[in-house]
């Protein structure tokens, strides 16, 4: 157990390390993502290059199960991969800059990497969204808990804010998780086209590559 325990560390740390400070942005980076008017000031991730969040951090950590209440799309085959998800709105105009970027991953990292955009928006307003096309998988957000609608009562309250979504604490969109596939351990999270901090192709190439690595060492 206790080397199991290191290897998981070490796989994560590894990961992690890599996607902190590599890779130059593919699209024009902003300062953060859209509120929707929350008030609610910027958390701060762990790590050597702290950067500022709009949610709950997760980063190193287990992430919160997904939850979806309907599939969109086909559903996808989450077994061995790395999983992206992004919390979304459909009138979020950083939301759709971001779509060109998340299909580019999806289109080149399809075989080893599931994108996923979710939202706790009804199924008709996400039906009559109007944006540029997402080419990746989408979900509904499964409704909230008695406990997390009393917990999202005790603090500010966010429209449509879904179970996944509350457990990650998102309040601007779009939020962006990747997950590894080993353990689904958090390891890069944020506003995908944060300045200085962007989510780039070549980040996540190199997690795949760590991924075959591991898989290979496995056998």
Same mark, same amino acid.
């Given at each position: 157990?206790?080397?199991?325990?290191?290897?998981?560390?070490?796989?994560?740390?590894?990961?992690?390390?890599?996607?902190?400070?590599?890779?130059?942005?593919?699209?024009?980076?902003?300062?953060?993502?859209?509120?929707?008017?929350?008030?609610?000031?910027?958390?701060?991730?762990?790590?050597?290059?702290? @950067?500022?969040?709009?949610?709950?951090? !997760?980063?190193?950590? +287990? *992430? &919160?199960?997904?939850? =979806?209440? $309907?599939?969109?799309? #086909?559903?996808?085959?989450?077994?061995?991969?790395?999983?992206?998800?992004?919390?979304?709105?459909?009138?979020?105009?950083?939301?759709?800059?971001?779509?060109?970027?998340?299909?580019?991953?999806?289109?080149?990292?399809?075989?080893?990497?599931?994108?996923?955009?979710?939202?706790?928006?009804?199924?008709?307003?996400?039906?009559?969204? @109007?944006?540029?096309?997402?080419?990746? !998988?989408?979900?509904? +957000? *499964? &409704?909230?808990?008695? =406990?997390? $609608?009393?917990?999202? #009562?005790?603090?500010?309250?966010?429209?449509?804010?879904?179970?996944?979504?509350?457990?990650?604490?998102?309040?601007?969109?779009?939020?962006?998780?990747?997950?590894?596939?080993?353990?689904?351990?958090?390891?890069?999270?944020?506003?995908?086209?944060?300045?200085?901090?962007?989510?780039?192709?070549?980040?996540?190439?190199?997690?795949?590559?760590?991924?075959?690595?591991?898989?290979?060492?496995?056998?």
């Amino acid at each position: 157990m206790h080397s199991s325990m290191l290897r998981m560390a070490s796989t994560v740390l590894l990961l992690s390390g890599l996607l902190v400070g590599f890779g130059a942005a593919e699209e024009p980076a902003s300062d953060g993502p859209d509120t929707g008017g929350a008030k609610k000031q910027a958390t701060s991730t762990t790590g050597k290059q702290p @950067k500022r969040i709009w949610a709950q951090s !997760y980063l190193f950590c +287990d *992430a &919160p199960k997904l939850e =979806v209440s $309907e599939w969109l799309t #086909e559903k996808p085959d989450l077994e061995g991969k790395f999983i992206l998800i992004e919390f979304w709105r459909t009138w979020c105009g950083a939301c759709k800059r971001a779509v060109p970027k998340l299909n580019s991953f999806h289109e080149k990292f399809g075989k080893e990497l599931v994108v996923i955009a979710i939202t706790g928006q009804p199924k008709e307003v996400v039906e009559a969204y @109007k944006g540029p096309k997402m080419n990746y !998988y989408m979900a509904l +957000d *499964a &409704p909230p808990t008695k =406990v997390e $609608e009393q917990e999202q #009562e005790d603090e500010e309250v966010i429209k449509d804010r879904g179970a996944t979504e509350q457990k990650y604490g998102v309040w601007g969109w779009p939020h962006v998780v990747l997950l590894e596939p080993e353990h689904h351990c958090v390891i890069w999270e944020g506003y995908p086209d944060l300045k200085g901090h962007e989510l780039t192709a070549e980040k996540i190439e190199k997690a795949l590559a760590i991924g075959r690595k591991r898989k290979e060492e496995k056998k």
